[in-house]
C-alpha cells in the first residue's frame, strides 16, 4: 500500500509515534533499572512532542501550490512482524530497537518523498536524526 | 432521522426563516442527501441589511487595533476546530482531506493578513500643498458590504472578503452557496464564541432571490462574487444599475505551457494536481495542456500513464488523490463535454467516464485527456470544471501566448520550463493575471491580490491583497489651514 499524500504521510507518522509510545508506555512499567526507567521516560516525552509537531506540521503546511502527489513510500516497508513474546527483557530492549530503527527509515524516506514541502522534510529529518541518537543510546547501554 | 436545516444568522441570533422551499444539500461521494438548507427571500437580505447598517455607526468606532483582535480570536477558534472544519467541508463538496485542509489554512490566512489593519489602512499626508496648507488623505469604512462565494471553496473565498470588510469597519452579509451551505453554517456557530457585537456578520441562506434581494438593496454599498463568467457578468451589470461597489470574479480556461527544456519528471506531480485537484473544480486548475514542440509525445505518454494511477473515491479515505465533482447535475454537465470533444474529433486517450470506485452512487468521474485537440474545439474554449484535459500541441512559444490571449477567460496561466528567457517572455506577455513558472497552481497567498483579467474578471479591485483594503474603504481627503 502506497503512501500517496501529503496527510496520508503525516497521519502514518503520528500512528507510528503514537504506537510506540504506548510500547514504551509499557515497557517503562517493566523494567527494574531507574537509570533505564529514566531513558525510556524521555523517550515518551520526544514521542509526545514530536506527535505536536507533526500534527501542527499537517494543519499548517498544506497549501495547494506544492500538494502533488508522492511517490516511492509504501507503507508496507514500515511495517513491524508480529510483536514476539519471548526473550523477556532483552526481547523488548531487541523489539524497541527495531522500532527506533523503523521510525529512522520512515522519516529519511519520507523526508526525500516530501521535498516539495521542505518545512515538513526537515522536520522529519529531524526526527529520523533523533530515533536514530536514540537507537544508538539503547544499542550501547 | 430528520436532516440537519441550515438556519440564518441574523442580529446576532440563529433564526430559521419563513419560508416553504428548501434546496437538497448532497454527499457527492455517497450520492445521498445530508442536509436541508431554507430559500430565503427577499425579506431575509432586509432584515439583515438592517441589523448590519444599525451596527455599523458603532462599529466603525471601535478602534482598529480592537478590531484586529476580534479576528485574532478568530484565528484561534479556527484554528481548534481546523480538522472540524476541514471535513465538514469534504463531507459537502466532495475534495480530498488534504484539499480541504488547504482551502481551511487558506481561510485563516486571510483572517492572520487582516489583523495587519493598523498598517494596512493608513493614510497618507504631505505638508504645505500650498503655503500653510497641509492635506492628508484617510481611509474609512464605507458601511454593508456582501459576499456571494462559489461552491468550490465553500471556507475560503468568504473569507478573502470578510475578515477585511470587518477590520475596517464595515459590516457584512454572507449568502453561503446553496450547493455547499453546511460548512459555513458551522463557521457562523465558530464565530459565535468571539462574541462579536449583534449585527456586524450576518448570514442568509438561499439562491437566486437571495441574490437579487442582496443586488437591489439601497442599503447594500458593495458585493464581492466568485462564481462563474456569466453570472459575474450579471452581478457586475446590476451593481452598476444601483450604484454598489463591485468585485466580480468569473471563470476559466487556463493554460499550462510545457517547452521542450522543461524537466518533466520534476514537473508531472505539480502538473496532475494542477489538472486534478479538487477534481478539475478550481479557477485555478489547469485546463488545457499546451506541450511546445518535440516534448508533446514524451509529456502527453507520461502524463496519461500517471493520471490513470490517481486513485478516485471518497475524500475523506486518506488514500484518495482525486474526489467526486459536487453535485449529479455537475457530472452530467462534464459528461456533455466529453460527449462534445469526442464528436469534434479529439482523441479520447484517457477515459473517465466510469471510473473504479467504492460507492457509484456518488458523484464521480475519473481522470480524463483529450490529446490532438485543436483551437476551435469546444473543449478548448470553454470552462469545463471537471477533471478533463484537452492536449493542444503548440509548435512554438508565440503559439500558446497567442492561445492563451483568446480565450477571452483570462484567469491564469503557467509555464513549465528551464529558460529563464522563455518564463520572462510568456509572463511578460499573457494577459491571464495570475501565472506560474513551473508551478501548475497560481494561487496568490493572501497578501497578494486574487482574480483574473478579462471575462475572468469584472471590477478594479481583486479579493485579498492591499485591493481589498481598497475595495472596503473610501479615500477621504482632508486639507487643512489653520488661521
Redesign the interface.
Known amino acids: ?2 503512501l ?5 504521510v503525516l ?1 502514518f507518522a503520528i500512528a507510528m509515534e503514537q504506537d510506540d509510545t504506548a510500547f514504551l508506555e509499557k515497557l517503562e512499567g517493566e523494567v527494574q533499572s531507574a537509570e533505564e526507567r529514566e531513558a525510556i521516560a524521555n523517550c515518551i516525552r520526544e514521542n509526545s512532542k514530536a506527535i505536536k509537531k507533526l500534527l501542527r506540521e ?3 503546511n ?10 516511492g513510500l509504501e507503507k508496507n516497508q514500515y511495517e513491524l512482524p508480529e510483536q514476539e513474546n519471548a526473550g523477556g527483557h532483552e526481547g523488548a530492549i531487541a523489539q524497541l530497537l527495531k522500532r527506533e530503527h523503523r521510525a529512522q527509515r520512515f522519516y529519511e524516506d519520507a523526508a526525500r518523498c516530501i521535498q ?1 514541502v521542505s518545512e515538513v522534510a526537515t522536520t522529519f529529518q529531524r526526527l529520523g536524526r533523533q530515533h536514530k541518537r536514540r537507537q544508538e543510546r539503547f544499542e550501547t547501554a | 432521522m430528520a436532516l440537519p436545516v441550515m438556519q440564518n444568522y441574523i442580529n446576532g441570533e440563529w433564526q430559521a426563516p419563513n419560508v416553504s422551499e428548501y434546496g437538497q444539500v448532497w454527499c457527492p461521494a455517497t450520492g445521498e442527501q445530508i442536509a436541508e438548507v431554507p430559500y430565503s427571500t427577499a425579506a431575509e437580505v432586509d432584515q439583515a441589511v438592517r441589523a448590519a447598517r444599525e451596527a455599523f455607526p458603532q462599529w466603525r468606532r471601535v478602534p482598529p487595533v480592537k478590531r484586529a483582535r476580534y479576528m485574532f480570536a478568530l484565528k484561534e477558534v479556527f484554528e481548534e476546530n481546523f480538522e472540524a472544519i476541514s471535513k465538514t467541508l469534504v463531507r459537502e463538496m466532495g475534495k480530498t482531506l488534504d484539499e480541504s485542509r488547504g482551502e481551511v489554512r487558506r481561510m485563516i490566512e486571510n483572517v492572520e493578513h487582516s489583523t495587519g489593519v493598523t498598517s494596512l489602512m493608513m493614510g497618507s499626508n504631505l505638508e504645505d500643498i500650498a503655503k500653510g496648507i497641509d492635506c492628508r488623505s484617510e481611509r474609512q469604512p464605507v458601511g454593508v458590504f456582501g459576499c456571494i462565494p462559489p461552491f468550490n471553496f465553500p471556507a475560503m473565498v468568504p473569507w478573502w472578503f470578510v475578515p477585511y470588510a470587518l477590520v475596517t469597519g464595515n459590516t457584512y452579509i454572507v449568502k453561503p452557496s446553496e450547493q455547499v451551505p453546511m460548512t459555513q453554517n458551522f463557521i457562523f456557530e465558530l464565530i459565535e464564541e468571539i462574541d462579536l457585537p449583534e449585527g456586524v456578520l450576518n448570514m442568509v441562506h438561499g439562491s437566486k432571490d437571495v441574490v437579487n434581494g442582496m443586488l437591489d438593496h439601497p442599503d447594500i454599498e458593495g458585493i464581492s462574487f466568485v462564481g462563474s463568467t456569466p453570472t459575474a457578468k450579471y452581478i457586475y451589470k446590476r451593481c452598476g444599475e444601483t450604484g454598489k461597489r463591485v468585485q466580480s470574479l468569473g471563470g476559466a480556461k487556463n493554460i499550462v505551457t510545457v517547452m521542450p527544456d522543461a524537466n518533466i519528471d520534476k514537473g508531472l506531480p505539480s502538473l496532475l494536481t494542477s489538472f486534478y485537484g479538487c477534481a478539475g473544480q478550481r479557477c485555478l486548475s489547469g485546463a488545457v495542456l499546451a506541450p511546445v514542440g518535440e516534448v508533446a509525445d514524451e509529456l502527453v505518454d507520461k502524463f496519461v500513464s500517471q493520471a490513470s494511477q490517481l486513485k478516485v473515491g471518497d475524500g475523506l479515505d486518506g488514500e484518495t488523490q482525486m474526489g467526486p465533482v459536487v453535485s449529479a447535475a455537475h457530472k452530467e454537465r462534464v459528461l456533455r463535454y466529453i460527449e462534445t470533444g469526442i464528436a469534434e474529433g479529439a482523441d479520447l486517450v484517457l477515459d473517465g467516464r466510469q471510473p473504479d470506485v467504492d460507492t457509484p452512487e456518488g458523484f464521480f468521474l475519473g481522470p480524463t485527456v483529450f490529446d490532438n485537440v485543436t483551437p476551435e474545439m469546444t473543449i478548448a474554449k470553454e470552462e469545463i470544471f471537471g477533471p478533463v484535459v484537452s492536449v493542444v500541441r503548440m509548435q512554438n512559444l508565440q503559439e500558446a501566448i497567442d492561445f492563451a490571449n483568446t480565450r477571452g477567460l483570462a484567469n491564469a496561466a503557467c509555464i513549465y520550463t528551464s529558460s529563464g528567457a522563455a518564463a520572462r517572455e510568456f509572463k511578460y506577455s499573457v494577459k491571464p493575471s495570475m501565472v506560474g513558472v513551473n508551478i501548475g497552481v497560481a494561487a496568490p497567498m493572501s497578501f497578494f491580490p486574487f482574480g483574473g483579467a478579462g471575462d475572468s474578471m469584472f471590477g478594479t479591485h481583486k479579493g485579498q491583497g492591499q485591493d481589498v483594503f481598497q475595495f472596503f474603504t473610501d479615500g477621504k481627503v482632508v486639507i487643512n489651514r489653520w488661521f
Open positions: 500500500m502506497s500517496k499524500n501529503f496527510g496520508n497521519d499537517r494543519q499548517e498544506v497549501t495547494e501550490m506544492i500538494l502533488e502527489p508522492i511517490q516539495p
